[in-house]
């Protein structure tokens, strides 16, 4: 059984500024997945990066990278030089064995031109 | 590579009535799942298949939900005798033999 903790419902960001969402999980499983989805307004749910929990180096995809505290069980999302079109709902999951994914309620980002 | 497909996109019913729902995985995507999202929620584990056979049932899925996956291909979800609590978006995701889940748009239902 997982469990996923987005503590920040929303967050704002200025145009071209940083900004980080939390993610805090729990699991009984020793080889896991976590994940953020971006889910836009009205539009489907899209995968913005992945990390596997066996390896400590931090997954990267572009402007988009994570904080994976493995003993803390912590797994942040950072936006570099944030886009208008970054606005949307943010998802932190976590998946293992058979891989039905346990998401997070969401972080409502805004980006503030 | 087409994406997930779901249809209908939206679908409004009334108390009591049974409705179908179906979802094309992406081609040769031997898994597939099934969410529901409420508002202001994050998506909630369904079922899973992989290729024909239903593999895992979440206990949100009541004996009024069924789904299938005949041969293995596109996969339906019915409810039958529909609650307004069964309002939410239903949402399908289909992997290949990795833990990636790519989601479709989703299918919104409305029960009056």
């Known amino acids: 059984a997982q469990t996923v903790t987005q503590s920040q419902p929303e967050m704002s960001v200025q145009e071209a500024e940083t900004v980080t969402l939390s993610c805090t999980y729990d699991t009984s499983e020793s080889d896991y997945y976590l994940f953020w989805y971006k889910q836009p307004p009205s539009r489907q749910m899209i995968l913005v990066i992945r990390q596997e929990a066996y390896k400590q180096q931090n997954a990267t995809e572009n402007r988009f990278s994570v904080n994976f505290q493995k003993a803390a069980k912590s797994f942040s999302l950072k936006i570099s030089d944030s886009q208008l079109g970054d606005a949307a709902m943010y998802f932190c999951?976590?998946?293992?064995?058979?891989?039905?994914?346990?998401f997070g309620k969401g972080t409502k980002l805004s980006v503030i031109p | 590579d087409t994406g997930v497909s779901q249809n209908p996109r939206h679908k409004i019913t009334k108390r009591g009535q049974n409705v179908t729902f179906r979802c094309d995985p992406i081609?040769?995507?031997?898994?597939l799942y099934w969410y529901r999202q409420t508002l202001g929620q994050g998506p909630e584990f369904l079922t899973y298949?992989?290729?024909?056979?239903?593999?895992?049932k979440s206990r949100l899925l009541s004996d009024r939900f069924s789904a299938e996956r005949p041969k293995g291909s596109f996969s339906t979800l019915e409810i039958q005798r529909t609650e307004q609590g069964d309002s939410a978006m239903y949402l399908c995701?289909?992997?290949?033999?990795?833990?990636?889940?790519?989601f479709g748009p989703g299918t919104r239902l409305t029960v009056l």
């Open positions: 081609s040769e995507h031997n898994r």
């Open positions: 995701a289909s992997s290949p033999y990795t833990d990636t889940q790519y």
């Open positions: 298949f992989q290729n024909e056979a239903q593999l895992e």
């Open positions: 999951a976590a998946g293992a064995g058979s891989y039905q994914l346990t």
